[in-house]
């Protein structure tokens, strides 16, 4: 069985940083893409990042770049988002979601992320 | 930040059809046939329910079909039931923005 476990979320002041992970289970993590998808409370899916499976590439959404890293440990079967001078409008839900040519088959429950003062 | 255009809302009645539509444009749906839709219940992680159009993961019930015109594509539930009642989400590879959503559309059956 696939499981994807979100950890890391909480309340963060503007300009602070956090780190997110997902423990991954169920498929042969090191041989695929993996990707982080965020949800602002009411609103829709937000792609965020998204790194190889031997995590030579990453790409981020405009959003993001600059401010976020993705990183994975395959020998850990996990997954990271570092969240630094995060903002108001990173107030999410941050799920992370195995990738399959650009569609997303598993996904964790989610993790939430706060900003606020 | 552009994504795909969908209705806010639908409805239907249980055994009716519905259709979703997906606007997008010749740089993302247009251009590739990696269209998917997501099905989320509240509080629930969303749910593959349609990929690369119209393909339907393994345990997803052939009530659910896509289709791709142009740069819309559109997602159609057949014979409508209560626990079909979600919000739905389509995506598109958007090329070196990988990946677009729609704003999603709240189904209700009435």
């Known amino acids: 069985e696939v499981q994807l476990v979100e950890s890391g979320g909480g309340l963060v002041q503007p300009g602070g940083s956090l780190r997110l992970s997902c423990s991954v289970s169920?498929?042969?993590?090191?041989?695929?893409?993996m990707t982080w998808v965020r949800q602002a409370p009411g609103k829709g899916l937000e792609w965020v990042a998204k790194t190889w499976p031997d995590g030579s590439g990453k790409s981020y959404a405009d959003s993001v770049q600059g401010r976020f890293t993705i990183s994975r440990d395959n020998a850990k079967n996990s997954l990271y988002l570092q969240m630094s001078n995060v903002r108001v409008e990173d107030t999410a839900m941050y799920y992370c979601?195995?990738?399959?040519?650009?569609?997303?088959?598993?996904w964790g429950q989610g993790t939430l992320v706060s900003v606020s003062s | 930040q552009s994504g795909l255009t969908q209705p806010p809302s639908a409805s239907g009645s249980p055994g009716q059809s519905v259709t979703i539509s997906c606007t997008g444009t010749n740089s993302d749906i247009g251009a590739y046939n990696h269209v998917s839709w997501y099905q989320q219940h509240p509080y629930k992680a969303p749910k593959l329910i349609l990929f690369e159009v119209n393909e339907r993961p393994s345990g997803v019930p052939d009530r659910f079909s896509g289709s791709k015109s142009g740069n819309t594509a559109s997602l159609t539930v057949s014979g409508l039931q209560a626990e079909d009642e979600a919000d739905y989400y389509c995506s598109s590879h958007a090329g070196t923005k990988n990946v677009i959503f729609g704003g999603g559309t709240k189904l209700t059956v009435l």
């Open positions: 169920g498929f042969t993590f090191s041989r695929h893409y």
């Open positions: 979601a195995k990738e399959e040519w650009y569609r997303y088959d598993y």
